[in-house]
């Protein structure tokens, strides 16, 4: 990884700096952009085996020398009771009520909370990582673009994408041209695809609490892999794109970055492979 410390002259207008920054700063756009690859997750607002009723993102204690919430609630089923409140805190912008215990044999999703005298309180879904919105942004050309140059992945859909991966996938590992050529069309690697579908697949299996009616989640350390892959193909995308002079395209013009073009020693080799970059 070329950093800006190994450049020998940082500062705009020499070439090198400028391909770099312009690079950097692409992908970190693409970085935050991918915060955005998320879907909707059930979250409970009761908890048994404890018995507390939750409300996410709301602080209010309930009032009063008799404190009472009412639940309504229709996942897994019916639920239209009021019940007293034992204890009640405030913690992470969450407001919890100690109810009686086993009031309720199971976790609870997406019900109408009252206190007090306010409107019933709706329990919001919660956005977490997806790999397939993930992919459906590539396939829908949603990322930032690169020097104005927008790309796509052909596919009409996510399921479309994974399933060629997938029929490519064997065949590739044996060698054969036309299923390396799926997976290269997409600048991912046998390796890279493989991975690619197996954080899909985890990312698609149902949770452990089925109830909820959510996917299992990637953790962080996954869904940053998962990000990963996916730059690595945005980065390589552009510098299939000839560039623009003066309103129409031309071909491409190399742009030889020596080692002399660079600070540190360790460059040489790094860059043995990358001698010739295209603008």
């Known amino acids: 990884?070329?950093?800006?410390?190994?450049?020998?002259?940082?500062?705009?207008?020499?070439?090198?700096?400028?391909?770099?920054?312009?690079?950097?700063?692409?992908?970190?756009?693409?970085?935050?952009?991918?915060?955005?690859?998320?879907?909707?997750?059930?979250?409970?607002?009761?908890?048994?085996?404890?018995?507390?009723?939750?409300?996410h993102g709301h602080t209010e204690l309930v009032t009063g020398s008799n404190p009472k919430v009412h639940y309504l609630s229709t996942l897994p089923g019916l639920i239209n009771q009021q019940f007293d409140v034992l204890d009640q805190f405030i913690a992470n912008g969450n407001t919890y009520f100690k109810v009686p215990k086993n009031s309720f044999e199971q976790n609870w999703y997406g019900g109408n909370i009252t206190i007090n005298t306010d409107p019933p309180y709706v329990t919001n879904t919660r956005a977490v990582p997806s790999v397939g919105s993930l992919l459906e942004l590539v396939r829908s050309n949603s990322f930032v673009p690169y020097s104005g140059v927008t790309f796509n992945w052909p596919e009409l859909t996510i399921a479309q994408v994974i399933a060629n991966l997938r029929t490519a996938l064997p065949g590739a590992k044996r060698g054969d041209a036309v299923d390396i050529a799926t997976i290269s069309e997409k600048d991912l690697t046998i390796p890279s695809a493989e991975r690619l579908l197996e954080?899909?697949?985890?990312?698609?299996?149902?949770?452990?609490?089925?109830?909820?009616?959510?996917?299992?989640?990637?953790?962080?350390?996954?869904?940053?892999?998962a990000r990963n892959i996916v730059c690595r193909y945005s980065n390589r995308e552009p510098h299939k794109i000839p560039?623009?002079?003066?309103?129409?395209?031309?071909?491409?013009?190399?742009?030889?970055?020596?080692?002399?073009?660079?600070?540190?020693?360790?460059?040489?080799?790094?860059?043995?492979?990358?001698?010739?970059?295209?603008?």
Request: aromatic share 8%.
């Open 1 to 55: 990884m070329v950093t800006v410390d190994d450049i020998r002259t940082p500062v705009a207008g020499n070439v090198v700096f400028d391909l770099w920054e312009q690079r950097r700063k692409w992908l970190d756009d693409e970085w935050v952009a991918m915060s955005s690859a998320t879907r909707d997750e059930n979250v409970a607002d009761v908890v048994s085996n404890g018995d507390y009723i939750i409300l």
């Open 199 to 225: 954080l899909y697949d985890k990312n698609e299996e149902p949770s452990a609490d089925s109830l909820a009616n959510n996917k299992k989640n990637l953790t962080e350390a996954e869904w940053d892999e």
């Open 243 to 279: 560039p623009v002079y003066g309103g129409r395209k031309r071909q491409m013009l190399p742009l030889n970055l020596a080692p002399t073009n660079f600070g540190h020693p360790c460059v040489n080799r790094a860059m043995a492979n990358f001698h010739q970059a295209t603008i």
